[in-house]
């Protein structure tokens, strides 16, 4: 059984009644694909569901129902160089998940949403993850 989330005047698909289980149906994901690119389309689903006025998730949740939404898009994309770039995000979200459950390097509230659209952009952009490597690995 199926139930709805509607962010950003958008209706979703969750699994049940667990809202961290979000989808995205392939129809929606191919017309959001003609208007915009993946990255925008990862960037703008992190934004809405990163929001503080978003109310459907509780905090700690939040990470957790980006990475089911990037595992979704991923089940209906076919470049192979964008299932690499999810992936790649999915490890990323994944290792920010791990590090905040775990305590360390805690991030303010207010960096979230800095930090993981940082996560997305670093899949996409090569030159952007070699810079990064630069400054911090010797």
């Keep these: 059984m199926d139930s709805r989330l509607t962010l950003d005047k958008v209706e979703?698909?969750?699994?049940?009644?667990?809202?961290?289980m979000i989808y995205i149906k392939k129809d929606f994901l191919n017309e959001a694909l003609q208007k915009a690119t993946l990255k925008q389309i990862l960037l703008h689903l992190s934004n809405v569901i990163f929001n503080s006025s978003n109310k459907d998730f509780f905090k700690k949740q939040r990470i957790l129902a980006l990475i089911n939404i990037v595992k979704s898009i991923k089940e209906n994309i076919e470049n192979k160089n964008d299932i690499y770039s999810l992936n790649l995000i999915i490890r990323n979200l994944e290792a920010y998940k791990k590090n905040q459950k775990l305590g360390e390097n805690y991030v303010l509230n207010e960096d979230i949403g800095i930090v993981i659209s940082t996560l997305i952009t670093l899949a996409f952009s090569n030159a952007f993850n070699k810079i990064l490597k630069s400054l911090y690995i010797k």
């Design 12 to 20: 979703y698909s969750c699994k049940g009644n667990n809202k961290t």
